[in-house]
């Protein structure tokens, strides 16, 4: 089998990798006879040609006779090759219009299709994700979108760190008032978030607490669904329930909005669930959050102030809480200011493609060449010019003429 490690195409461009060369190296070594490896060249990588060729890979400009493709981000159309096997984050399993026409190409071209984001083991735990790395970054990034805003502290850049251990040292020049701070979410992105709280050493607090006390330091609550979420029928809560039919709640994040003045968005959404807030909400002057750190970045989705996504170059843009028009950051007191940068890791590409390439050596690697690997079976979104049972629900999006 040969495996391809291809060029990113997506603009702006990606500087991660799914395998460092010393992971590609220790495969090759681990699988010899089995599984050989190609590089496509790219001047993009935060890791150059030249690293992977000091360990020994094969860098081409051709890919075409590999087997077995994986990328990161989405795949432009043009670049897709018929017949083959891709691993990449393809954005179509919530019927993202804007990647309708990336889903509909891969079945005319037969190409197997496998998405980073449903490789789950046999509990439905995700086993390849970046989401720690998106904490991270996020949260740094919240803090410095505060920073900039206030004029209080003003902090280097993510992407300009060297390394986590710059970050951290970085965190040191945070001076907060006694705001609070409310996270929602649990899952790998929201302990990425804890990890830069805790190194702030901001204290963290019950939901009661954080709704009906008064601090003299800045304070943080960890929001789990149930604590947002309510029946509409009854205001009660069961998970299970929630997660099969969302429709039926409603959110009451409202009293966390009175109090605080930063949320940090680590929860993943489904379109049937109900947004945090809405959009006429915001102007209310008991509305206090001025800063939205919106990791998850669904545009137009549970964070309704995220109606564009931002980029690393201009990571943020302010809302008018009146008009709901976008404007240019920080130019308004009074607006609120959104970071929703979808590509989060890619302002630590090294470190996080190294734990990305870990995860991926362990779990998908062997299961290649398993016949009919359980793991890679329930992450395969297209087979043979098909959707695949699971996903059949896509069908009608895949189908629609609607412009994308």
């Not at 026409?101 to 980073?116: G, Q």
């Amino acid at each position: 089998m040969k495996i391809g490690i291809i060029r990113e195409g997506k603009n702006p461009p990606d500087k991660r990798v799914p395998f460092t060369p010393s992971q590609l190296q220790a495969i090759q070594r681990d699988y010899a006879g089995k599984i050989s490896v190609q590089v496509e060249s790219s001047n993009v990588r935060v890791i150059t040609d030249q690293e992977y060729l000091d360990a020994g890979i094969e860098v081409v400009d051709d890919i075409s006779s590999c087997d077995v493709l994986f990328g990161v981000k989405e795949v432009k159309i043009d670049q897709l090759i018929p017949e083959k096997t891709y691993f990449f984050f393809s954005h179509t399993m919530k019927k993202q219009p804007y990647n309708r026409k990336l889903l509909k190409a891969i079945l005319d071209k037969n190409i197997r299709l496998l998405d980073y984001e449903v490789l789950k083991d046999e509990d439905g735990n995700r086993v390849v994700a970046f989401g720690r790395w998106a904490g991270i970054v996020g949260a740094y990034n919240a803090f410095w979108t505060y920073g900039q805003k206030t004029a209080l502290f003003d902090l280097k850049r993510a992407k300009d760190c060297f390394d986590l251990n710059e970050l951290h040292a970085e965190l040191s020049k945070v001076q907060l008032p006694p705001i609070k701070i409310v996270v929602t979410g649990t899952g790998r992105v929201a302990k990425g978030v804890l990890e830069i709280l805790q190194k702030l050493n901001i204290k963290q607090i019950s939901k009661e607490e954080f709704l009906f006390h008064y601090f003299e330091e800045p304070v943080f609550v960890m929001l789990k669904s149930e604590d947002y979420n309510r029946r509409k029928s009854d205001g009660g809560y069961e998970r299970s329930e929630f997660y099969k039919y969302p429709e039926r709640y409603e959110s009451h994040f409202q009293k966390f909005a009175e109090v605080a003045e930063i949320l940090i968005s680590a929860a993943y959404w489904d379109p049937a669930a109900p947004r945090l807030f809405e959009l006429d909400e915001i102007a209310n002057d008991d509305f206090q959050i001025s800063v939205i750190a919106d990791i998850s970045c669904d545009i137009n989705g549970s964070i309704p102030t995220t109606i564009k996504s931002s980029t690393i170059t201009d990571p943020v843009f302010d809302i008018d809480r009146n008009t709901h028009e976008a404007l240019p950051a920080f130019g308004s007191q009074t607006s609120i200011s959104v970071m929703a940068i979808d590509n989060l890791p890619c302002e630590l590409p090294r470190e996080a493609s190294r734990e990305f390439g870990e995860q991926l050596t362990k779990w998908v690697i062997p299961a290649l060449l398993e016949e009919n690997a359980p793991i890679l079976e329930r992450a395969t979104i297209a087979r043979d010019g098909d959707l695949t049972l699971e996903f059949m629900y896509l069908t009608d999006f895949v189908q629609s003429d609607e412009e994308s």
